[in-house]
């Protein structure tokens, strides 16, 4: 059994206990001792995307540390930018997409619908809001909507890291202007470009799996 604790499971999502996982092919990472607390703007620093997607697998529950405790303290909704790309169906029309029986409920909440309508007219796909039937058709506009389905999940933890390597304007300029609109916590992997709002907290793993993480707005600089 994992050693009891102390702390608030109000503030608390996970806490995980010298994790370590087994990486595709060979290596591992961890040890991994962390908390992630409710309302957190986390940046996530990779050395591969080996390491992300282990990472990512096992906050969602889809793979389980080879040792270590991983403890889901709080009972959590999690999405993820890679499960949205996988269930978008490029034949509906973008209202289904939005109003659909796995659609956020996001879009309902008490002023967040305001918030809707900024991002929609900041990536260009106004006919949302007209009720009218639009199909995606663009690989462009599909990618504009996949990371507008994101941006207004209602889930509790929402982790994504392809989303913020969009080079596409419009989209970039959404991302930085409603940072802050998101009310669950947010576990962002850095990409070639920089995260688009502030930062609670940092995490990082090295090239040899090693962990580390800290409450400062930005990493400290990779050593040689």
Partial sequence: MPPSTS????????????VQALLPGEGSIGPITWAVRRGQRIGVRCASDAQW???RALLTGERSPVSGWLDEVTPVTVQTDAHLRKVLRPGDSLQDF????DAPEFVRLEGRRHSLMVLVDLLDITPAMRRCVF???SPSLLERVWALRFLISRADVLIGREVFR???PPVRVALRRRW????????????DQPLPGALDGWARLDAEG?????????PPEDGP
């Fill in 7 to 18: 702390s608030s499971p109000r503030e608390t999502l996970y806490r995980l206990r010298e």
């Fill in 53 to 55: 997607e282990t990472l």
């Fill in 98 to 101: 939005l109003d659909g029986p």
């Fill in 135 to 137: 199909k995606f058709g």
């Fill in 166 to 168: 969009i080079a596409d």
């Fill in 180 to 191: 802050g609109d998101w009310p669950g916590t947010l576990i962002a992997g850095e990409g």
């Fill in 210 to 218: 090693h962990f580390s993480a800290g409450n400062l707005a930005a």
